[in-house]
C-alpha cells in the first residue's frame, strides 16, 4: 500500500509539471476551436470529423493501423488509453508516438481514457476527476499538439447509476484541465455507458458548455441500441443543433446486444447536417460483440460488412471524408461559398401505412429493449389527417410493473393507469406527422406491449 504523503507528493509535482509543459497562457498555441456549434481547425476551416475508433491500449503492437484508417480515407481515428486504473497505463512515451503516427499519416487525433466506463455501475471505473490525474500526468506529450489533437477526458463516464452529477463533474474536469494549461478542444461523453437514454447531456449540456473558460468543448454521443430509428436520432441530433452546441456521433455500430442501431440514419443525418461521426470500431472486438470490427484480424483487406458498410457505403467515410486543412490542400472558404446545412425537424417521419383516423391521433406502444427486473419502452404518436396542437396517450400498466422515469412527454400515473402528455417542443404535430417518447420500467414478469388510446386538441 502506497503512503498518503508521498501520493499527495506525486500530485503535487504532477501539476506543477503540467503547468509547465502546457504552458501559459492556455492560448498560447493555435489549435481547433469551436464557434456556434462548428468545430474549426487551427487554418479556420469547419473540420467534420469521418473516422473509426481504434482499441489501441489493448492492441499496441497494431502500429499500422494508422496508416491503414488512412489509406481507407479517414480524417480522424478516436484511441484508446488507459490511466493505469482498470488497464495498463500508456504513459507519456506511448502518448507521443501515437500522436506521431497520427500526424505522419495525417489524421486527427481524438484521444480518450477507457477507465471510466460504466462509472457508478461498473466495477473498478475511475471517475472523471481521476482521468483529469492522467492527463495531468502525460501533460509534456500533449504540449503544443493542439492542431492535432483533442483531449476527450474519458470514455462513457456513467453506466445508468449515480449520473445524475454528470454535469458538475465534467464542468469540473473541463475547469480543472483549462486551470492546468491545457488549451486543446476537448471532448466530453454523455452518460447511460454514451447513449443517454436519460437526456442528461443533452439538457445539460448548454451549462457544461459555458463552464468551459475557453467555450472549447464538443459533446459526443455513442449511438447504439438507444437510438434503432432516425426519429430518435435526428430529434436528439437536432436539439444540438438548434441550439448550437458542437456533437459527434463520438461511438456507433451496425448492431449491439441492446438493439439494432439505424446506421443508415445516423450516417445520412450526420452528412446532411455536417455532424462528425467516428464508427466502433477498427477491430480486436470481444466479449461477444465481435461482429463490431471493421477488419478482420487488423487486416485492412478483410473488410468485415460493417467495415464495407461504414468506409465504401452511401455517406460512408470514402465518400464524405476530408483531411484537416492542418495538412495542406484545403482552400478557406469564402462567406459567399460556404453552405449552411439543413436540419429536418425532428419530429418529422414517413407518414405510417396505416393512416390514423381522421381528425385525432393514434398511438403505438413498443418493447424496446428488456432485462431482468426491467425494461425499456417507446410509444410513437401519430396525427391523423388534420393537424394537433396537443396530445394525450393513456394506457394501462401489466400485473407488477412500474415507470421509474420518463422522456419527451410528462407521465402520470393513478394505480394502474398512465397517462402521458405532450411536452412544449412535441405537442403540434401536423396531418400525419408523428413523434415518440420513451420510458424506463420495472417489471416482475415479462412486459407486454399493451393497447394505447390517443386523444388530440
Excluded at 315 to 337: C, F, L, R
Amino acid at each position: 500500500m502506497r503512503k498518503r504523503l508521498s501520493v499527495a507528493g506525486v500530485a503535487l509535482l504532477t501539476v506543477l509539471a503540467a503547468v509547465f509543459a502546457f504552458g501559459q497562457p492556455a492560448h498560447a498555441a493555435a489549435g481547433f476551436s469551436v464557434s456556434n456549434g462548428k468545430l474549426y481547425d487551427a487554418n479556420g476551416n469547419e473540420f467534420i470529423m469521418r473516422g473509426v475508433n481504434h482499441a489501441h491500449t489493448w492492441y499496441q503492437q497494431q502500429t499500422s493501423s494508422f496508416a491503414n484508417i488512412k489509406a481507407l480515407g479517414a480524417n480522424t481515428v478516436r484511441v484508446v488509453l488507459a490511466s493505469g486504473d482498470r488497464w495498463a497505463k500508456n504513459d507519456t512515451a506511448d502518448v507521443a508516438n501515437v500522436i506521431s503516427l497520427c500526424k505522419a499519416n495525417k489524421l486527427i487525433c481524438v484521444l480518450e481514457v477507457h477507465d471510466t466506463t460504466g462509472y457508478g455501475e461498473q466495477s473498478g471505473a475511475i471517475t472523471l476527476d481521476r482521468a483529469v490525474d492522467y492527463w495531468l500526468s502525460i501533460s509534456s506529450a500533449l504540449a503544443g499538439q493542439e492542431k492535432y489533437v483533442i483531449v476527450n477526458i474519458g470514455n462513457e463516464p456513467y453506466g445508468n447509476q449515480g449520473y445524475a452529477t454528470w454535469a458538475t463533474d465534467s464542468a469540473n474536469a473541463i475547469k480543472r484541465l483549462r486551470a492546468a494549461g491545457l488549451a486543446h478542444t476537448i471532448m466530453v461523453d454523455a452518460p447511460n455507458w454514451g447513449q443517454d437514454w436519460s437526456f442528461t447531456m443533452r439538457d445539460n449540456a448548454a451549462s457544461v458548455f459555458a463552464a468551459d473558460p475557453q467555450k472549447n468543448t464538443v459533446f459526443s454521443i455513442h449511438m447504439y441500441g438507444v437510438f434503432d430509428t432516425a426519429a430518435e436520432i435526428s430529434d436528439y441530433l437536432g436539439r444540438f443543433r438548434t441550439a448550437k452546441l458542437p456533437i459527434v456521433v463520438g461511438e456507433f455500430g451496425f448492431d449491439h446486444s441492446d438493439g439494432n442501431p439505424d446506421e443508415d440514419a445516423i450516417l445520412s443525418y450526420t452528412q446532411a447536417n455536417g455532424i462528425g461521426y467516428l464508427g466502433w470500431s477498427w477491430s480486436g472486438n470481444g466479449g461477444g460483440v465481435e461482429y463490431l470490427d471493421m477488419t478482420t484480424n487488423f487486416n485492412p483487406a478483410a473488410l468485415t460488412t460493417w467495415g464495407q458498410r461504414i468506409f465504401n457505403g452511401a455517406n460512408g467515410i470514402k465518400a464524405t471524408s476530408k483531411e484537416a486543412s492542418v495538412y495542406g490542400g484545403i482552400v478557406t472558404p469564402t462567406p459567399s461559398t460556404t453552405v449552411t446545412p439543413t436540419l429536418p425537424p425532428p419530429t418529422t417521419t414517413p407518414p405510417p401505412t396505416t393512416p390514423p383516423a381522421t381528425g385525432g391521433c393514434t398511438a403505438t406502444y413498443t418493447i424496446i429493449g428488456q432485462w431482468q427486473g426491467g425494461f425499456q419502452g417507446e410509444v410513437k404518436v401519430t396525427a391523423g389527417s388534420a393537424a394537433v396542437n396537443g396530445w394525450t396517450a393513456k394506457w394501462t400498466l401489466g400485473s407488477g410493473q412500474s415507470i421509474s422515469q420518463a422522456w419527451n412527454a410528462t407521465l402520470t400515473s393513478s394505480g394502474s393507469n398512465v397517462t402521458a402528455t405532450n411536452v412544449s417542443y412535441n405537442g403540434k404535430l401536423g396531418a400525419g406527422a408523428s413523434t415518440s417518447f420513451g420510458f424506463i420500467g420495472s417489471s416482475t414478469g415479462t412486459p407486454v406491449a399493451p393497447a394505447v388510446t390517443c386523444t388530440a386538441s
